[in-house]
């Protein structure tokens, strides 16, 4: 089998969360800060393409955890070395 890093992608199930998403467009990789995902497709303000929501890349390279809980409960918790 191989291993292969895949970008995510949005889908039905993706939610914003609290502080919103950040999202990536396929076509030039501007990123887009999101509050929801109730659309289907969204203008890139960078290429000014329509772009469709399952195309987007979600920017996530947050620990499942710190997503949950918001990044503020990162401050004092790195373990000391
Ligand atoms: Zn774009």
Request: charged content about 20%; aromatic content about 6%.
């Amino acid at each position: 089998m191989i291993a292969v890093n895949l970008p995510k992608r949005v889908n039905r199930y993706t939610r914003a969360g609290k502080g919103g998403k950040t999202i990536i467009c396929p076509l030039c990789n501007a990123t887009t800060h999101v509050g929801n995902f109730a659309w289907s497709s969204l203008l890139c303000s960078s290429c000014k393409e329509m772009i469709p929501k399952t195309t987007w890349i979600i920017e996530d390279n947050l620990p499942q955890q710190l997503e949950l809980f918001g990044p503020e409960v990162d401050l004092g918790t790195k373990p000391k070395t």
